[in-house]
Structures are given as structure tokens and as C-alpha cells.
């Protein structure tokens, strides 16, 4: 993604900086990792092909001074809800253009799903592909949700998004 869309991207995530609750992000977060934005697109997994998934970060630390939320979005072709919830993010961590973050889900509408994922872990990683589209792992697309994952683990980044973008500093 190039420069001037992902300083767009971070000008949104500032205008959403209530939902997302970035107004966390403060001259103290700055000096760890940190991980904004917002992306997605169409899935291209056998049950859930075509349907449209976001994920939006505002995270910022580094291992065992993290902080920040998360919000995940995933809707059927016809725009029906699969599930959405957002939480709180527990740790960063980060190696140049590649980021490991978990947390714990704080609200959750998951009509799709019988299980309740309220207090879960989850795991994320994104890479920032800075002429291309970034790409995101998240941990229950390997496991479900039964069970929650360790601090600052999480998949490889195996979705590349076609929509939106991240910032990894």
C-alpha cells in the first residue's frame, strides 16, 4: 500500500478514534510498536467464499506494555451478520514490517456461532506490504474459538486484504 493511502488510512482511524478507542494512543504509546488501521475484503474459503471481513487495530506497545483495541466485522454476501466483536489488546510485538498482536474479546454479536467467545483470547498478525496489499492471520481461522491462544502469538499473515490498509511502526 502506498504512503499517501495509509496516511489516509490512519486520518479515518483518527475521525473513528471513538469506536476503535484510539484515543489511547498517546506520546507514551509511541515509543513501542504500534499497529493502525483498518482492512479487509472478500473471503475466499470454501463456506465462506465472497463474503466481506474487516479488521481494525489501533495497538500500541510492545510485549508487556501493550495496549489499544480491536474490532473484527464479518458479513454474509447479502450483508447479514456473521459476527462482530471487538476487544482489547493485551500485547504487541513486532519484528520491521511484521506484527504479532492478541487480546481479549470484550463484546461479541455472533449469530454464526453457538459459542460464546466473551473473555477469549485471539491472535492476530499483520504484515505491511508497502507497495502491494497488506495481508492478516488471525488465529481462530486455524482452530476456533475453544481455545484462547498464548500472550503475542498468532498465525501467519495468510489473507491478503484487498481493501483498507495497516500502518507497523
Not at 484515543?23 to 504509546?29: G, K, L, M, R, V
Not at 514490517?97 to 459459542?115: N, Q, S
Request: hydrophobic share 40%; charged share 20%.
Amino acid at each position: 500500500m502506498k504512503l499517501k493511502a495509509k496516511i489516509a488510512a490512519v486520518a479515518v482511524l483518527a475521525v473513528a478514534a471513538g469506536t476503535l478507542g484510539a484515543t489511547q494512543a498517546t506520546a507514551t504509546q509511541a515509543a513501542g510498536s504500534a499497529v493502525i488501521g483498518s482492512a479487509g475484503g472478500p473471503l475466499t474459503f470454501p463456506a465462506y467464499e465472497g463474503e466481506p471481513v474487516r479488521f481494525d487495530f489501533a495497538a500500541f506497545g510492545e510485549p508487556g506494555k501493550s495496549s489499544g483495541r480491536f474490532h473484527v466485522n464479518h458479513l454474509t454476501k447479502d450483508g447479514k451478520l456473521v459476527a462482530d466483536f471487538e476487544g482489547k489488546v493485551d500485547c504487541v510485538s513486532r519484528d520491521g514490517d511484521l506484527a504479532v498482536l492478541t487480546g481479549v474479546i470484550e463484546r461479541a454479536d455472533i449469530p454464526a456461532f453457538p459459542v460464546n467467545v466473551v473473555g477469549r483470547r485471539v491472535g492476530f498478525s499483520v504484515r505491511d506490504v508497502p507497495r502491494g496489499h497488506d495481508r492478516i492471520g488471525w488465529s481462530w481461522g486455524y482452530g476456533g474459538f475453544e481455545q484462547d491462544v498464548l500472550p503475542c502469538t498468532g498465525p501467519v499473515p495468510f489473507f491478503e486484504t484487498s481493501t483498507g490498509g495497516y500502518l507497523v511502526r
